[in-house]
């Protein structure tokens, strides 16, 4: 559906897509994670096409983003982070600028409106202005007036940021029925709750992709086993591993405290000791699967220490 | 089907532009009621005719022929004789309290040396401060004085025989098309442009810049919506905002100032609209360039107000210009609509008589136009 290839931007000297290149396949839900700053947004506007690179391309079913800008723009929906509603004009006046925009006759527009509704729930609000309404419901009427024109690829740019918890369960659930009935999304966020939820992630940091793949693959792929220890002295544990090289990015989780080892027997064998050095006892210790947030912040992490080397 | 797409777009965007003017009072006010205030605040005060000048006569002779002099000066409407006074101090303080601007004295002795066939000497004070009044009600009062000095001379000349006497040389004028030579006949029709420029171009200036400012704007140029649909679209409800002041303040100049609209009037409207084009792309490539409201603003009133006060020939006659400045005037489209307004509405002459100033206007709609449409980007700024 998508390929990108050698995709590069600069704004003055930053680099915010450096040399990217990928495929998003039709029909899946491809997750962009990084913090902020990672170029997320710069390169979600590249592949709609309003920023223009300086090196590499961008093709849609193969075609040419750049070179033919209006044939791409028919047939996708690109949502920015802040979505550009008419404040002053109603939700339901939204929706039809969006349709008449694409090319939707009204007619049409109308017999799409219930459908619209009926996942964003907007129906009791749809004489109300749209700066009037809530922030999770501007992102749903965003989307739907993204989807009044029954666009292939949707762009959305941090859908959620923002928006409450439920509103951002239900967000999803209106993703997920839209994958099945064919449409291919690209999603940026920075939560990885939500990371976790698509069918392929890329972790972008620097204007690059450290890691692809589906949140298993990236899980199980970085080649590390996560180990969690209980402790009655979590605070004490915590310092002292700390101040090993090998442990020192430990991670909270509750009491527990969990650490990502190389090899399973030899690692637990050192914190052991390391810690019977310092007189803490362990109470339990466990191998974890780790969530994505635990890998993404270990690849990254470690991704900086071999820069430094 | 692409043409009507493209319609399609153009209508959904002029759709929206005439939703949001609806809706926003503050835009309201500028483009309906702005426009009428303009024309009747500087339609009252900008006028160069003087009339009304207050005066005082100071008539130390008190005599027949004295008060037949002072007599003349109350049978104009350009002079009000204020204050017969009595001494130069009191002259001194009228004066100094602006309650008069200018004062005659007649001299003791006036009718005693004018009988004995001396010619006499009258003294005319003006208060010089308010220059452009003092020139002007100097000559009205030589005027009287010279028709004055005609009637004597013809009665004299009756007394002593001579019935019939010719003027060597006797001067016939007529004032055309204006034949009272009110400066509101001239000034209205300059004004009307004036106004009609600033406020078209202010109005669309905002108009792509608000778009950028509330983020509308990235997300219109992922829809497949041209620059020029873009344009076309913003330009149409414009307008016809625009041609409704037009209206309005033809209508005001007619009703409340009294200016003829003695041709077509359609020709005016169909002119007008041509100018408006014009104007209303320029405001919307300064908000296309800028981006910002705040900018756009200052920018459509710097490129509109000033020409086309001073070098459309409304204020200052063109003629007396440096010729680079002369030439810079060309580049004005106000000043081709203040001709053709004059012309339709004070002469009554037809569209056809005024082709140049049509085809100045049609080059300078079609250029701003294009050039609009090719300002107006539609990717993402590089910062």
New interface residues.
Partial sequence: MIRAENLTKR??GATAVSGLSFDVHEGEIFGIVGPDGAGKSTLL?LI?????PDVGSVEINGVNVQRN??LI??N?????Q????????SVE?NI???G????V?SREIRSRLPRLYEFSRLAPFRERLAGKLSGGMKQKLGLA?CLVHRPGLILLDEPTNGVDPVSRREFWKILYGLLSEGVTIVVSTAYLDEAERCNRVALMYNGGFVVTGSPGEIKNGMGKTLIEITTDKVWEAESALRKEPEFSRVIREGTALRVFVERRLEGERRLRSLLKKHGIALRSVHEKTPTLENSFVEIIAEGEKNEGA | MKALKSLVRIGAIAGKEWLQIRRDTRSLILSLIAPALLILLFGYALTVDVKNVGMAVYDQDRSTLSRRLLEEFSHTEYLRVKRHISGYREMDRLIDSEEIALAIVVPRGFERRFKAGKSVDLQLIVDGSDSTSATVAMGYVKAILANFNMDIKVSELKRIGIAETKMPVEVKSRVWYNPELLSKNFIVPGLIVVVLSIISALIASLTISREWERGTMETLITTPVRAFELVFGKLVPYLFIGLFDVVITVLLGYLVFNVPIKGSFVELYMLALLFLIGTTSLGIIISSATRAQVLSVQVAIMVTYLPSFMLSGFVFPIQNMPLVVQGITYLIPAKYLIVIIKGIALKGVGAALLWTQILFLAVFAFIVVIASVRKLSLTLPEN
């Fill in positions: 704004f003055g506007r709609a096409g309003i920023l223009v800008p209006y723009k028919e996708l929906a690109y949502m920015p802040r979505f550009g509603l008419y404040e002053d004009l006046e039809f600028f969006f008449r925009l694409f090319g006759s007036c």
